[in-house]
Each structure stands twice: as C-alpha cells, then as structure tokens.
C-alpha cells in the first residue's frame, strides 16, 4: 500500500488544453483536451475532480504498473467517459506525476 | 516544394491512410523503409521521397507511421554525413541517404519534441516531453536529463536554460555540463544525474 498522497501538480491543467510555452506543448495539450472532449469530458469543475480522482486511483493501485525505472513508474488505466474511454498511460516519479498519453481514437 | 540535400532532392508528403503511404511508397524503386510500425495508435503517415542523384528519377521512400498526440515529426538534415535524423513517436532514427539504411535507433522516455544542433560543443540536442539527452555525431548518448514536462527552453552563451511545469527551472552549462537549479546551486555532472550506456 502506498502511503503518500500523489502529487498531480498542473497536469490537469495539461490535459485540459491550458499549457503554456512552446507550441509543441500547446498543440500536445491541446490534442489531450480533444481525446477528453471525444469522450464526453468537457473542462468543468466535476471533469477536474473526476479526474483527478482516478489518478488517485491509479497511484494507489499497484497491479497496474507497466514498466519501472528506478522510481520512475508507468502506469495503464482506463479511463472511462459519458461517450467512451482512453487508455491513460501516465508516468510517475514517486509520488509526482510526470505526463500523461491518452490514447484511443483518431488525433488522441 | 523540393528541399535540396546534396545531389539529392527531398519531398515530404502526409497522408491520413496507411494504404495511401504505402501504395506510394512502393513505388519508390531505389529503396524503401517504414519507420514506427510497432506504434500502438498510429494515425496520421508521412513519406519523405528522396529523390537521388541529379537525375532524380530514382527514389528512395521513408514511411513514418505518426501517433502525433498533437506532435509532428521532425527531420534533421545531416549532409555532411550523407544521414536524415528523424524524431518521431519516442524514437530517434538515423537513416543514411547513400547506403540507405538504418544507422542508428534511439528509443526515448517519452515523445520526442525537437532536435536542436549545437556548434560548441558539436552535439545534437534531442528534447523530448520530459526531458533532454545529447547524441554526438556517431549517435552515441552522452547524457541525458529528465525531470518533468518541459514548457520552454533557450540557450544564453553556454547555458541552457530549461522551464518545467511541476519542476523548478534549471541552467545547464554545456560546456562543464554544471546545472544551477532555481534558489540552489550545485556542480554536478549530468553523467551522475543519469548515467547512460
């Protein structure tokens, strides 16, 4: 059991299309928010915290690791929307989470 | 549009079909490689037709099998090596234009974003989402960086600057390869950070 609280830091913000700095990182944010929008998940207040809570889930869920490097860790879930799922593949380091690919459906 | 390379000329075309990449890409006589094949959402296909000699009748097809998430790949000229440099998926391929092989094949810890080529020292600057590594001419890493998701970067004499999202922002020199972190110093040589094979 893991007994430290995941830290997501700004990666909601990330996954919602608000990055900032390079194009890279916008258009990267941007196509996250479309693979979220594709499945029903609008950025409003209970999108966040749902989401943020089956990160929660996937930290403290040991069964789910697909890789480790050191204390990096890779982790699959599924994530399930009003009008479908991605497959979140999120990176941790510790307790912090790195980033995050959805994946499923074209330009996700 | 041709972009020219040597006694070669290069065109790149896209295309939202695998089927459409390659029927064209059969066409190319002079060799053909397809890169990103093991890709697990592979969605948008590029094809970079080399078109060889000064004749260019011949062609040369590299196909890229894209899972985008939002990031085009990108594609380093190296003439003087007669070598693409391609950055793609988490992958870094060199592809040599006159044996037309695969040279060398890095695989990266999270999607590749940009190449940046440095003059002194002579490294290619590999960025990917969460971090940096540098290649030297060979393809041979010499070190690497992760941290988090790197929002901006810039280079001011011989430091390089990098801005993180959850991650306070650090200066590495390129030349002792010393990084300053924000509020703290310290000298330590990235190969101790990170080692690498």
């Not at chain 2, 592979?42 to 078109?51: A, G, P, S, V």
């Amino acid at each position: 059991m893991n007994h430290l609280k995941p830290d997501i830091g700004r990666k909601l913000d990330y996954l919602f299309g608000k990055a900032t700095g390079r194009q890279h990182n916008l258009d990267r944010s941007l196509s996250m928010l479309k693979a979220l929008e594709r499945i029903g998940l609008y950025e409003t207040p209970t999108s966040r915290s749902y989401i943020a809570e089956h990160l929660e889930q996937v930290f403290y869920n040991q069964e789910n690791i697909s890789s480790q490097n050191g204390n990096w860790v890779k982790r699959d879930s599924l994530l399930a929307g009003p009008r479908g799922f991605l497959k979140v593949e999120s990176t941790w380091k510790g307790n912090k989470l790195i980033t995050i690919v959805l994946k499923g459906g074209k330009g996700g | 549009m041709y972009l020219s390379y040597g006694k070669h000329y290069i065109e790149i075309q896209s295309y939202e079909s695998k089927t459409e990449m390659m029927n064209v890409l059969s066409k190319c006589e002079g060799g053909r490689l397809i890169l990103g094949e093991s890709a697990e959402q592979q969605t948008f296909f590029y094809l970079i037709k080399i078109h060889l000699g000064w004749n260019g009748k011949l062609l040369f097809g590299i196909g890229i099998c894209s899972e985008e998430y939002g990031l085009k790949p990108h594609l380093l000229l190296k003439p003087q090596d007669s070598e693409l440099l391609l950055g793609f998926n988490n992958e870094v391929v060199a592809v040599g234009v006159e044996d037309r092989k695969i040279h060398f094949r890095i695989l990266l810890d999270s999607l590749f974003h940009a190449f940046l080529t440095l003059e002194k020292p002579k490294h290619i600057l590999v960025f990917h989402e969460i971090g940096l590594l540098a290649l030297d001419n060979t393809g041979q890493k010499l070190w690497e960086y992760e941290e988090d998701v790197i929002e901006d970067f810039d280079i001011i004499e011989d430091c390089l600057n990098i801005k993180f999202m959850d991650a306070s922002p650090i200066s590495l020199n390129l030349q002792n390869l010393s990084i300053h972190k924000l509020h703290e110093f310290f000298n330590t040589p990235v190969q101790k950070i990170r080692a690498v094979g």
